[in-house]
């Protein structure tokens, strides 16, 4: 009878969980508080907002402290609010760690390091399940870090870190806004891919006609600066301008070290491009065969178990080439950025 009592209990706490999970709004925004991020003296500080790279991926990058700026001594630590902007009190929902240990005057915090990935709490600051469980970075590891979130699904997220040099300085998000405007990455051969990827620094956009309205838009990390053709611009920030065949904007970021620069280059042109359009879904395919999968029509992907843990990086795929994977639910990410579930039985 005990047994079948503790059975109830653990149903009905799943039960809850559940319905919880199901309460919480999509997540649309993520942003960086605490003392534990660099330049910040409290958890109300200015807004620092993570780039969404993909639909539910958000980057994060920003220098880490262990000691902290200007409250030496306290609990220096870091947590993530979720759409931020939207909501009052700003930080009613909290993205927090799993599990914690108790740290000075009964605080709590979870340490964290490069190169670790973590399970994140979604919850309502509200609601008794909230527990301030922060994170905290390794005494003597202080430096800038790349953040990523998983948030597809919101019931198991995962927080990846990995360090960067103080030298980065690349955009968050590239897009253009107007009616009939694609803006394509040409990568090396002059290849052209449908999106923004904050490694490439040469851009097509292919207008409808030889003169159009268009609004570039463009996120920049905080502590990062953006100039939009020489003029220094918001980080994130909405350039309206006219553009015909021939024209050229530029963004140019300069990095944390306020030294290193980046510049992307948006060239203008008449018509359609050729290049691949990564929301043509039928230009990719995968074959499950057993446990082995193959993956056709991108020359390179990474499959990531469903808790944002990297599988196989596949850095050069070529026809035939099979991946061997155990039973369970894997995502897969094309260079493209084109995203999709594959279930192995």
């Known amino acids: 009878m005990k047994k079948q009592f503790t059975l109830v209990l653990v149903a009905l706490f799943i039960c809850n969980m559940s319905v919880s999970a199901q309460e919480l709004p999509q997540i649309t925004s993520i942003s960086a508080a605490g003392r534990g991020v660099w330049n910040n003296t409290g958890f109300g500080a200015m ?129 253009m806004e107007g009616e009939g405007l694609t803006l394509y990455a040409v990568r090396g051969g002059g290849d052209e891919i449908e999106g923004f990827d904050p490694d490439v620094y040469e851009y097509n956009c292919y207008i409808p006609e030889n003169d159009t309205y268009a609004g ?36 140019t970021v300069t990095g944390f070290d306020k030294t290193s620069t980046k510049t992307y280059t948006i060239n203008y042109k008449i018509g359609t491009s050729a290049g691949f359009n990564k929301n043509d879904v039928n230009k990719i395919s995968y074959f499950v065969d057993g446990q082995a999968l193959k993956v056709a029509g991108v020359d390179a992907y990474v499959v990531y178990s469903v808790n944002g843990t990297v599988v196989a990086d596949i850095k050069s795929n070529v026809p035939g080439m099979t991946v061997s994977l155990l039973p369970g639910v894997y995502i897969v990410k094309a260079n493209t950025a084109e995203t999709f579930k594959v279930v192995i039985k």
């Open 47 to 175: 807004p620092d907002f993570a780039a969404q790279v993909s639909d539910g991926v958000f980057v994060w990058i920003g220098k880490l402290t262990y000691a902290g700026t200007g409250n030496e001594g306290q609990n220096q630590s870091f947590k993530f609010y979720v759409n931020q902007r939207e909501n009052e009190p700003v930080d009613k929902y909290q993205l927090l760690a799993l599990t914690a240990d108790e740290g000075p005057e009964g605080l709590k915090y979870a340490t964290v390091e490069d190169g670790g990935t973590y399970d994140v709490v979604y919850v309502d600051k509200e609601t008794e399940a909230y527990t301030d469980n922060k994170w905290r970075i390794k005494n003597g590891e202080d430096g800038y870090y790349k953040i990523t979130f998983n948030v597809l699904d919101p019931t198991s997220i995962t927080m990846s870190l990995a360090s960067v040099d103080e030298t980065y300085a690349n955009l968050g998000s590239l897009s």
């Open 216 to 251: 570039v838009t463009y996120f920049g990390y905080r502590n990062t600066t953006v100039a939009f053709n020489g003029s220094p611009t918001e980080n994130s920030y909405t350039y309206l301008i006219d553009v015909s065949d021939g024209d050229i904007s530029t963004v």
